[in-house]
């Protein structure tokens, strides 16, 4: 069954409609990539599920709902988490508050709160010597992990996570990987935009490919390897 599917879907900054007509489905508990060039319209994918930006036409349809006319706050209700691109942590709160956070969308005593995020220690053990330091004092690769732990303390039926292996040193990219596959285990459903192909489709069940806002092609990691045409074009190259 299919938890997300976007039929059509256009979106615009301005003049500049940067996705166009796009057609694509996440079936639940499955790993979906969007792969593509900078500029192709991956993040604006995301942002338009989540409603950060809406949709100029086509819709957009979570399990029964239609996303296309409800707010972002009324769409991380419904149980969609967003990730976006960059490590959004808050300089100023301590890791503990950037993570407790992301429960807003929930009814949750402080208790239970404080819980939950020392089982996010748990997922991400390397933060937690930090959880009373300022954001701003981590480093790039624990920042993005706690953006990702703030991700999950929604509980999300959907994870929307933007390019979480930018910048990242390969050890902790590996690291982030492994978290995205055990979210995977525990009944999540994860749209994952990368740059890196290799890595995405090493976890994807499905992955998209996208050009200048367009659909290019889609297929299992292994198709989308096996075409050399598409492999060159747009996975780097590399075989593996
Ligand atoms: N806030 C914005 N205002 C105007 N144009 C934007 C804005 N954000 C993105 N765009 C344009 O929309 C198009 C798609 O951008 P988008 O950020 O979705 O690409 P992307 O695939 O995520 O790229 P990257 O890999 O570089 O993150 C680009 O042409 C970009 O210039
Ligand atoms: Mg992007």
């Known amino acids: ?33 969007l792969l593509g060039a900078n500029g ?19 819709d957009i349809r979570f399990g029964q709902s239609s996303l296309a006319d409800l707010s972002a706050e009324a769409i991380v209700r419904l149980g969609v988490a967003h990730v976006p691109e960059g490590r959004r942590v808050f300089p100023g709160l301590s890791v503990f508050e950037n993570i407790a956070l992301g429960s807003s969308n929930r009814k ?8 939950e995020v020392r089982r996010m220690f748990e997922v991400f053990p390397e933060i937690e010597p930090f959880a009373n330091a300022l954001g701003w004092t981590l480093s790039g690769g624990q920042q993005q992990m706690v953006a ?38 525990q009944g999540t459903t994860v749209l994952l935009v990368e740059q890196n192909a290799h890595m ?34 747009y996975l780097g190259g590399r075989k593996t």
């Open 1 to 33: 069954m299919a938890l997300l599917e976007l039929d059509g879907v256009s979106a615009c900054y301005g003049k500049v409609e940067a996705i166009k007509g796009l057609t694509l489905r996440v079936g639940e508990g499955e790993i979906v990539t």
């Open 40 to 58: 192709a319209g991956k993040s604006t994918t995301l942002r338009t599920v989540s409603g950060l930006i809406k949709s100029s036409s086509g």
């Open 108 to 115: 949750t005593t402080r208790a239970e709160r404080a819980l």
């Open 148 to 185: 990702i732990a703030r991700g999950l303390m929604a509980r999300p039926r959907l994870l929307l996570l933007d390019e979480p292996s930018l910048g990242l040193a390969p050890m902790v990219v590996q690291q982030v990987y492994r978290v995205i596959s055990d979210i995977r285990r």
């Open 200 to 233: 995405a489709l090493s976890v994807a069940d499905r992955g998209y490919v996208l050009e200048t806002g367009r659909l290019v092609i889609e297929g299992r990691p292994e198709e989308l390897w096996s075409n050399d045409e598409v492999r060159l074009a």
